[in-house]
Every structure is written in structure tokens, then in C-alpha cells.
């Protein structure tokens, strides 16, 4: 029997899938650092992730009559070999609709996931170069990332499903137009249909530094919503905040 580390199930999301309430499973392990990551007992494999095999996952989808959809997330879900199972056992055997967050480290895994998935998140922490050893905390370990969200990109865009990328908006990282232009022309040139830009919150961060940073504010998350929304005309931008949940970018905006 598959095993996995999770480090819980958590029922009843109304933001995870669009328009469904679905069931959300957090996977254990991160490749990445982002200093300010706000699931460090994931990303670190602390006392909160336990082993659980597949099917305990599957019977808790299916004993839950309000969800018509997962999420499986992390951490990185595709860290663990056997996420591959379960994505595969929820398809088959649940009927719920599923849909994956990934950070994009591992195309290859992400090439046999996709035919599972009906919806694909991929976080796109900053433009692809050298921004992303500060965005995810890699240091000179980032050009290796580089590549291989790169053979995720491509991977994606001859998939053809629906799927969406996203940026949580960092101050000093990526609280700049500049920067979340930069990424956009990234989200245009492999076809996402839909961008949207999260509001980092400085609350249980990966690195205490980030606990004393402001969230970005309404007004620079729609700023920047904008500028994305110049560089993606025909594609819909999003922005989601604390204050106002998710809120569509028009072109007249
Ligand atoms: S925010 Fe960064 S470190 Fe945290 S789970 Fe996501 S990719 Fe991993």
C-alpha cells in the first residue's frame, strides 16, 4: 500500500477550487526555502505531518458528502513519489474533481500527474532567473530550479488543461510593477489562462525576518494587478487579498 506524509485534510474550502467546496490534503516536504513561506512545519517535516497510506486518504474523500472536489497541495506535493497513487486513486475512485498546486521542481512527475488532474496551479515565485535564489531561498542552488520550471512551462502548455499560475506578491521581492510584469510576459508566453497575484501575510513565516514585513496593501495589490492585467489583455488577472477574497482585473481597470 502507497504511503504518504500528510500533514492533514482539511474539509469544506470554498478559495481552493473555483465555484466548488472542496477537500484540501497537505502534503509533507519542500525542495524549496521561500523565506517567507507560511507552512514551515510542512516544508520541515515537523510533528505535524504523519504517515498515512492512500487509502485512509480516499476513504476520508469519500465519507465526506459536501466536497465535489480535492486539492492537493504542500509543501510540494510532487516531492513524494506516491502522490502520483493518490492523485490516480482520487480520480478513479472518488469522482470528485481534483486539482494540484505545484511549485513546478519536478516536470517529470508533473508530466505523469497531469492526465489525473482536471486543474493545475503552478506558483511562479519571481521572474525566472537569478530573483528566484531570494524568492525561494535556494541561493546559488537556483539555476537548476530554473530548468526544471522551465520543462514544467513547457509541459503544461501542450497539456491544454485548465490551468492557472500564481504569485504571492512579497514585499522586497515582488511587491514591484517591474517584477510582476516580468513574470506576466512568463504567464503569456505559456499560454495560462488565468494569473492571479496572492497578498503574502506575515504570520508563521519560514523565517522569523518576514513576521516583521507588511502585507502588500490593497492598493499595490490592485497596482499590480494592473500591470499584469496590461501584459495579459485577453487572459484573466486576479488579485486576492485579506480585505476584499478574489477580485477580477478589467482591462479599463
Ligand atoms: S512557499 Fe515555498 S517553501 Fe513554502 S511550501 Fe511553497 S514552495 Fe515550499
Known amino acids: 500500500m502507497a504511503e504518504l506524509k500528510i500533514a492533514g485534510i482539511v474539509d469544506g474550502s470554498t478559495l481552493d477550487y473555483a465555484g466548488k467546496v472542496a477537500a484540501v490534503i497537505y502534503l509533507c516536504g519542500c525542495p524549496y526555502r521561500c523565506p517567507w513561506c507560511q507552512n514551515p512545519e510542512l516544508v520541515e517535516q515537523g510533528e505535524i505531518c504523519k504517515t498515512v497510506d492512500v487509502d485512509y486518504i480516499i476513504s476520508a474523500l469519500k465519507d465526506d458528502f459536501l466536497i465535489s472536489a480535492a486539492c492537493v497541495t504542500g509543501g510540494e506535493p510532487l516531492m513524494q513519489k506516491t502522490c502520483l497513487e493518490l492523485l490516480k486513486a482520487i480520480k478513479k475512485e472518488t469522482g ?3 486539482k494540484l498546486d505545484t511549485n513546478g521542481y519536478y516536470p517529470e512527475m508533473l508530466a505523469d500527474a497531469l492526465p489525473c488532474v482536471d486543474r493545475l496551479s503552478l506558483d511562479i515565485k519571481a521572474p525566472l532567473g537569478e530573483e528566484y535564489a531570494a524568492a525561494a531561498g535556494l541561493g546559488d542552488k537556483y539555476p537548476e530550479a530554473i530548468v526544471r520550471i522551465k520543462k514544467s512551462l513547457e509541459t503544461i502548455k501542450k497539456w491544454g488543461g485548465v490551468s492557472e499560475a500564481r504569485t504571492t506578491v512579497v514585499p522586497g521581492i515582488t511587491d514591484r510593477k517591474e517584477v510582476i510584469e516580468s513574470i506576466a510576459r512568463t504567464v503569456d508566453e505559456y499560454g495560462f489562462p488565468l494569473y492571479t497575484l496572492q497578498q503574502f501575510r506575515p504570520m508563521n513565516t519560514l523565517d522569523p525576518a518576514y513576521m516583521k514585513k507588511k502585507s502588500p496593501s490593497h492598493a499595490l495589490m490592485l497596482e499590480l494587478g494592473r500591470a499584469a492585467k496590461n501584459i495579459l489583455p485577453e487572459k484573466t488577472v486576479k488579485i486576492f ?13
Open 96 to 98: 470528485l474533481l481534483l
Open 241 to 253: 487579498t485579506q480585505l476584499k477574497g478574489f477580485e477580477k482585473i478589467s482591462s479599463d481597470a
